[in-house]
């Protein structure tokens, strides 16, 4: 549970563009405090870098990090249509996250600014004795950090873009989300399973935007909950689809004789909704799973043909949805907002969206209807109640999607065996 600011913090600190202009900042102060040398040490070091030789190395480093950075602003445009042609375009926002491609970057551009105002400031004879002896150190700083930087760029483009690498990541945003929805359920709020009916006497607040709920500013609901006097219930948790006429939040006063809210009250609880085009890993467990079917149904696409990657999702499944059995039941008074009454996510939907998609466009193979069956299995023999159900139900579903695909009865029968022992775990 964060706040909205934490939460914008946390995407500013994963964008390109922030890294590359600190980097940048940085080498333009460390080409300026060298003038300062001059003036701050009042006696001479015993190296004197020639102007020449300053200048000419920082005129190397200057076109080669320009043709370097140009080179790896190539490969990255690569990785993204890689990615989403070989794996899935809602994979393409992770890529643009990576911490060493963006350090990389970083590391070139602000390298390229470093000597090209080291170049002009040389030029213009800013330095003294001890200043062009300062710029020298610290080139050689920049030239070994570059050096580094390479090495390390050079292992990660084998990497970068690929289905494997990507997968990896698609399945660590997964299991943060959930992990983190696991800490802290339903927003820090009191679960509720279903809002079929509105409470009784509650005010229904509608989205002003078409879009996806990204991010829910549970502590700032609340703290305005406990100045109005209200109780607040959510229908509407991030990764839902709402426009304007979707009830996001139900308003119930506790006051007897309660006015309407104001203008300034309703604009305060709906600024708590952050809403986008697109749908964001952070609060949402449940786009991690879709973006991993999305991979698996495009790797048993006719066109691809890959079934390995959709076994491969399978188990990275497993791995995710275990972290349910690990949920231990809240008690009310131990929650953070005990004026928010938030819908609970539910592991069916959890395994629906993940292995349904799978069974659907894998129902001709033989070979992923098994691994599909086993890891259910898995599931199943976990003691949470709702998970066996939900593995129960999955079963059954790709077992149907399996007798109308699958006409040998060689390949059914194992499966049929299978489902039979999933359903024993049921009570």
């Known amino acids: ?26 080498a333009i102060v460390v080409v300026f405090t ?22 000419n190395i920082l005129n190397i480093l200057a076109s080669s990090m320009l043709a370097v950075t140009t080179f790896s602003l190539t ?26 491609t963006q350090n990389v970057l970083a590391t070139f551009i602000g390298s390229f600014l470093f000597s090209l ?17 300062v710029l020298f150190i610290a080139t050689l ?23 494997g690498a990507t997968t990896n990541r698609v399945e660590q945003e997964a299991s943060q989300a959930l992990r983190h929805y696991l800490q802290t359920p339903c927003l820090g ?15 229904a607040l509608t989205s002003r935007e078409i879009g996806y709920i990204q991010h829910i500013d549970s502590p700032a609901l609340q703290n305005l909950a406990e100045s109005l006097s209200l109780k607040l219930f959510l229908p509407a948790i991030p990764g839902a689809f709402v426009h304007e006429h979707t009830t996001i939040l139900w308003v119930m006063s506790e006051k007897d004789d309660a006015e309407a809210l104001s203008d300034e009250d309703t604009n305060k609880l709906l600024a708590c909704f952050t809403i986008d085009q697109e749908r964001s890993y952070e609060q949402d467990p449940r786009f991690g799973l879709c973006v991993l079917a999305e991979i698996a149904s495009r790797a048993l696409s006719p066109a691809v043909n890959d079934p390995g990657t959709a076994i491969d999702i399978i188990g990275r499944g497993v791995r995710i949805l275990s972290l349910w059995a690990t949920t231990e039941e809240v008690d009310t008074a131990d929650c953070q907002c005990t004026r928010l009454y938030v819908k609970r996510l539910q592991i069916s939907d959890l395994m629906a969206d993940l292995y349904r998609p799978i069974a659907r466009d894998g129902a001709a193979l033989a070979e992923v209807q098994l691994r599909l069956q086993k890891a259910l299995l898995a599931l199943a023999q976990f003691p949470q109640q709702d998970l066996r159900d939900a593995a ?13 695909q699958l006409e040998i ?16 775990y049921a009570k």
């Open 1 to 26: 549970m964060f706040s909205k600011w934490q939460w914008i913090l946390g995407h500013l600190t994963r964008a390109l563009w922030l890294r590359a202009t600190l980097m940048a900042l940085l």
């Open 34 to 55: 060298a003038m300062l040398a001059d003036r701050l040490l009042p006696f001479e070091l015993p190296f004197e870098a020639e102007q020449n030789t300053l200048d």
């Open 75 to 100: 490969v990255m445009v690569s990785a993204y249509s890689a990615a989403t042609s070989n794996v899935t375009p809602r994979a393409t926002k992770l890529i643009r996250q990576d911490t060493t």
């Open 117 to 133: 105002v080291g170049i002009i400031a040389v030029q213009t004879d800013s330095y003294g004795h001890n200043g062009r002896f």
């Open 141 to 163: 700083v920049v030239i070994a950090l570059i050096v580094i930087t390479i090495l390390r760029w050079i292992e990660h483009l084998s990497l970068l873009g690929r289905v």
């Open 189 to 203: 709020g009191i679960g509720i399973d279903s809002f079929e009916e509105p409470p009784a006497n509650a005010a």
């Open 392 to 404: 129960i139900q999955s079963a059954l579903v790709a077992l149907e999607h399996a007798q109308q």
């Open 409 to 424: 009865a060689a390949d059914l029968k194992p499966l049929e065996l299978l489902v039979s022992e999933i359903r024993s």
